[in-house]
């Protein structure tokens, strides 16, 4: 899992009363080979009970540890990691939480509605904590996340059952990074993860701003004032405001163009060493 985006699906919010000793070590091997399963689980631990999580193949393999030393010199160390089976209810929870991420990951890129009350990756951005909680509003209504959902809570506790010791299932499982467009055709990639409540063991969606962000024109948002020169956007019911209040926030100023007409745009444009962005009124 890629640790910048990573708490992927995390269950992170565990107290330290709850995070528990270890009896095994879980550790992930995605699409590997069993040599390199094995290969893996010998460089986790010394000894004990090594867990291979892979999604790809939506399975768990264990492994038992043991090393041995030569005690004359030089010392020779080496680990042997013997497959044991694996505990048929953990495997048969993890390939369900598998396929419930993949049939998600199936449905593609999530449109919002026309009346989203936040109609732009601009308004989204500007107020990303109530644009965060909007959209896990309204995928909290989709059956397939409710089955991710569910999946995922039937995972975590079974290894909590079995004292693994995972405190954050990004170490087992892979992102999983959605893209949402907006009402205006504009978008933006989420890192959709889990977190589990420490009081009621509640687990919850939890959306992570991933980046990727691109206007309505399909090209990626400018991020300073210098990437606006040229840009053109155009109102989608009542838009406007946002990508207004966006390039202020850039520290470029809007002024008025006038014209009439039934459509409303904002042209940025380049008047010597000063960029400005210009709205005016436009006939379709």
Not at 64 to 91: C, F, G, M, N, V
Not at 113 to 140: C, H, K, N, Q, W
């Amino acid at each position: 899992m890629n640790k910048a985006i990573t708490h992927l699906l995390a269950l992170t919010a565990l107290a330290s009363s709850q995070v528990l000793m270890a009896d095994a070590t879980a550790i992930s091997c995605h699409g590997c080979s069993d040599s390199a399963k094995r290969q893996a689980a010998s460089k986790a631990a010394s000894e004990g009970i090594v867990h291979v999580f892979d999604q790809k193949r939506a399975s768990v393999s264990s492994y038992s540890l043991y090393t041995e030393i030569l005690d004359i010199r030089p010392w020779t160390r080496w680990t042997t990691a013997s497959l044991i089976p694996t505990d048929p209810t953990l495997k048969k929870s993890y390939r369900k939480f598998a396929r419930a991420q993949s049939e998600f990951e199936d449905m593609g890129t999530i449109y919002l509605p026309g009346d989203f009350e936040f109609g732009t990756v601009a308004g989204a951005i500007l107020d990303p904590r109530g644009s965060t909680t909007a959209i896990e509003d309204y995928l909290s209504d989709m059956n397939r996340l409710a089955a991710l959902n569910q999946a995922t809570m039937n995972l975590v506790s079974r290894i909590t059952q079995l004292n693994l010791g995972v405190i954050d299932l990004g170490d087992i499982v892979k992102d999983l990074v959605i893209k949402v467009e907006f009402p205006d055709g504009s978008e933006m990639s989420y890192v959709l993860e889990f977190s589990l409540n420490p009081g009621n063991n509640d687990l919850r969606i939890e959306l992570v701003p991933f980046g990727n962000a691109r206007g309505p024109d399909g090209r990626a948002l400018p991020t300073h004032g210098n990437s606006l020169r040229g840009r053109t956007f155009t109102d989608h019911n009542g838009s406007m405001i946002d990508w207004i209040n966006y390039v202020r926030s850039l520290g470029i100023p809007v002024v008025s163009g006038g014209g009439s007409g039934d459509e409303t745009t904002m042209e940025c444009t380049v008047k010597g060493d000063k960029i400005f962005c210009t709205v005016r009124r436009t006939t379709r």
